[in-house]
């Protein structure tokens, strides 16, 4: 079946601009996460939902970070004004939650975030 | 969630058996141990997990000791396409929290 899709693949975007990156999890997953991986760095997780809902937004690293997520499925995160730091790879990941289901995360390919 | 130990890097011949170690002495007895890999410019992949039992799939085998303070993921038959960064990582099972990457193991296979 589909798995977990990212658009775009790749944004270059002026210093200072707005960028939104949108994450279509796997059909039926209810929670959904965000994390990013700057060039030659671990993966840094940035906010997960369950539902609609986000119980740990902990890993937003300042306000100009948000993330929403509308029908329990696809997500958009919206980095506001930003900043050359912000260059990224930004990964999403979609799990089940259910009786016989051990959870594991499944990963899209990711949006490559260059700032100029 | 526990803290693991993996080597930074890691050659192994094609065709023949990747064994990466893991060590997490600090496991809980409701901790599993998850494997994951990324291979280069790809998001993370889901490989097995393991409680106490040694676990196999299409993919790998994992081998736990007895005290559950290390592991070893098992390729098999290693190919060039099994080239990526192996993270080994201790969590509660059925846990929706996120995942916490290590810097994992950078696994070569050389031709």
């Known amino acids: 079946g589909a798995g977990v899709s990212q658009s775009p693949s790749n944004k270059v975007t002026e210093k200072g601009k707005d960028v939104e990156l949108r994450c279509d999890p796997i059909?039926?997953?209810?929670?959904l996460y965000w994390y990013r991986q700057s060039l030659g760095q671990g993966l840094e997780f940035l906010i997960y939902f369950q539902g609609n809902s986000a119980p740990d937004k902990s890993g937003l690293p300042s306000d100009r970070f948000s993330a929403e997520r509308t029908g329990g499925s696809v997500s958009t995160l919206t980095i506001q004004r930003t900043q050359q730091e912000d260059s990224a790879v930004y990964l999403c990941?979609?799990?089940?939650?259910?009786?016989?289901?051990?959870?594991?995360?499944?990963f899209g390919p990711g949006t490559r975030l260059t700032v100029t | 969630d526990a803290k693991t130990t993996q080597p930074p890097s890691m050659d192994c011949a094609e065709g023949r058996a990747a064994n990466l170690p893991c060590n997490h002495s600090?496991?809980?007895?409701?901790?599993?141990v998850y494997w994951y890999r990324q291979i280069h410019s790809q998001g993370p992949q889901y490989i097995i997990h393991g409680l106490k039992n040694n676990e196999t799939n299409e993919m790998a085998s994992l081998i736990i000791t007895e005290d559950r303070k290390s592991s070893t993921l098992i390729l098999p038959h290693a190919t060039l396409r099994d080239t990526a960064v192996y993270y080994c990582i201790v969590r509660v099972r059925r846990s929706q929290g996120n995942l916490i990457f290590g810097k994992g193991t950078k696994l070569s296979v050389k031709p």
């Open positions: 990941a979609s799990s089940a939650k259910g009786q016989g289901i051990s959870y594991e995360q499944y």
């Open positions: 059909s039926g997953h209810t929670a």
């Open positions: 600090t496991i809980s007895g409701n901790e599993y």
